[in-house]
């Protein structure tokens, strides 16, 4: 009898939890909250963007956000090339994701617009620009080269963008194993290396796990589950930066990213030159861009560092040796800002910090104003 109705109780503490979460469930449906899991694991290059997902990102910046089932971000590009249409697929990291405003705002579609609207562009040779964006949030230069070989490659484009983030893109090429990705090692014969133990981490291996398939499944489905996850990377993402916050970022300039290691300007040059040589094996061609990180556009000229291109520099030397166009958005962009001292910030969001973090629609805005006569010399 009492084994009973300690069974009755379980049954019933679990039924109620079970109605509590519908109820939940139900409400956030309702509401439309929902905040989807934008990333999944890839066996290639670590992870990569989630085919199909859509939702609200709101984390910085607030945009509708919608991958199409290739796992990039924009409509699916037709699969049979068109002499009418010239493509270019651009490769980077968040900057060029842009999962901070909407889709229309990114730099890449307002430089096809801009490309479109231009009476004269030699590089189109009256063709219509298709620009494609292969940006994945944290991605280096060696997951931008695996991207081009598993994934950007396929659509067969005329033209390939590396875009390269100064903030961290150069340090980020160190030649240490990682737990999240692939990276690379230059051997003792001077050959590229990848390192591929990432798929060893205890983390890798639970997410390709059958349990850790099943509850990805989980959290990409329901509502509830996606709020817990949000709140977890959120705060995570407070604890790695407590001291960001509106007041401090409109009074002190941002500090300039470290310097790269020797080892990591190796390894950067090394892979730049293999994504240069797969890029033109597959008759197309490899143009560099970089973008610019908020001390360097900061809009209180005073505060800034004395010196905030000089990696940007020594990039460009290595460019030009390999005979690779390149243009460093920076100095170009920190011109704009200095037209109108004080008053444009190209990084940040009012909602989080204003002038840090990722370009907001004026800074996307102004690359693509930059890079569109630019690219139309090429």
Known sequence: MRSSRVFFNICLFIGAVLASFALVEVGLRILGIHYPAFYIVDSKRGYGLRP???????????????????????????????DSVYRIAVLGDSFTEGLQVDEDETWIKVLEK??????????????????????VGGYGTGQSLLTWRYQASKFRPDLVILAVYPG??????????????????????GLLEQDDSFKLSKGYLFRTSIVGRVLDQFVNHSRFLQLLNESKNRV??????????????????????????????????????????????????????????????????SQRSSDPFLQERRLADFLASENIPYLSLGPLLQHEVDQAPGRLFLHGFHETSLGLGHWNSSGHNAAARIISPWLCQQ
């Open 52 to 82: 199909n997902a859509r939702g609200l990102y709101s984390r910085e910046g607030q945009a509708l956000v919608e991958i199409n089932e290739a796992g990039f971000r924009g409509s699916l590009p037709s699969s049979e090339l068109s």
């Open 114 to 135: 801009q490309l479109n609207m231009f009476s004269s562009c030699s590089i189109l040779n009256y063709r219509n620009a298709e620009v494609l964006n292969f940006g």
């Open 168 to 189: 961290n893109d150069f340090s980020d090429n160190e030649p240490n194993s990682r737990d999240d990705r692939p990276t690379f090692r230059i051997s003792s014969q």
């Open 236 to 301: 995570a993402a407070f604890r790695r930066s407590p001291n960001s916050s509106q007041s401090d970022s409109l009074s002190v300039a941002p500090s300039p990213p470290p310097n790269a290691s020797p080892n990591a300007w190796i390894l950067t040059e090394a892979l730049i030159m293999q994504l240069n040589r797969d890029v033109q094996a597959s008759g197309a061609r490899l143009l560099v861009v970089s973008t610019s990180s908020p001390d360097q556009v900061w809009p209180i000229a």
